[in-house]
């Protein structure tokens, strides 16, 4: 199966997409990009992309650029402790680190890239979007902070979301990480991710190994709480979807990073009125660099959801 490979991680001027360094929560200077629609083609909603963990939305950019031809715009940031957030000496804030964060603060960043968007893009829907760590966080959002989410957001969509993962870690590892984690937060520890699992394409994983913002390592605290979330959804945290707020899941079935059968289960367990799960047959875990027909119906599913949830809800 052939793919796009996604862009060199180099920073550097792009037509197709404004970056800066706002300060957000915490005094902390955060990396964006804003991919915006021709000036021919009005922006009907936005999304607010949140992605995985050890990477950065440049891997992205490849697929970002595709919505706005479609009136979607892209608030998008590497969240704090990751990719140039975290990592870029010249323009990250002196407090930040690779792998300084935690739930608390990731949550704090997405209501702050929610606000930013709609001062960016006024009066259209916004959307909030995540992929597998990012995925996590997001539906995380929509059950922990539930009156933000359903009072902000016209949906959530997420991409292979970390509920579960496929290989679980051993339970009793994961107990004393999170002891360790109380002690030494932002200790980090490796968090070997196989590249061979992201994508059929096997040029993906190498161009993966070889970027200079994607660490093999996460800190005790991050990944006690993404791993933790993840545990909540599934257990307690789903009774807490407020029932207006839409939502869409799509996951492969061959995904050996996060689990298939994880996001199934908690899509039929919450009282959403309006959700969705589509399964991607043989999908990876990184749909937006599987084959440009996997890109292509995936680019599909979020535009029609985008669009069908963009209408005043007197309508649906």
Known sequence: ??????????????????????VGPS?????????????????????????????HVARYTHFHARLPEHGIAVFTFDQRGFGRS???????????????????????????????????????????????????????????????ASTNLAGIIATSPLIHQTKPAPKLLRWVGGKASILAPYTLVPATVVPSELAHDPAVGEAYLKDPLVKQSGSLRGIADMLNLGEALYTTSYKQWPESLPVLIIH???????????????????????????EYADGYHELQNESQEVQNQLKADIVEFVNTYSQPKSKL
């Open 27 to 55: 005094n902390t200077k955060l990396y964006t990009r804003v991919y915006t629609p021709p000036s021919s083609t009005p922006t009907r909603a936005v999304i607010v992309f949140i992605h995985g963990f050890a990477e």
């Open 252 to 278: 492969g079935t061959a995904d050996q990073v996060t689990s298939c059968e994880a996001s199934k289960a908690f899509h039929d367990k919450i009282p959403a009125k309006h959700k969705s799960h589509k």
């Open 86 to 148: 975290g990592l870029d000496t010249e323009n990250r804030s002196p407090g930040s680190a690779y792998g300084k964060s935690s739930w608390k603060d990731q949550a704090g960043d997405i209501q702050w890239a929610i606000d930013e968007a709609k001062k960016e893009f006024p009066d259209v829907p916004i959307f909030l979007m995540g992929h597998s760590m990012g995925g996590g966080e997001v539906l995380g959002f929509a059950t922990q902070h539930a009156e933000a």
């Open 1 to 22: 199966m052939a793919s796009t490979t996604p862009e060199a991680s180099q920073p550097e001027a792009h037509s197709l997409f404004k970056e800066s360094w706002p």
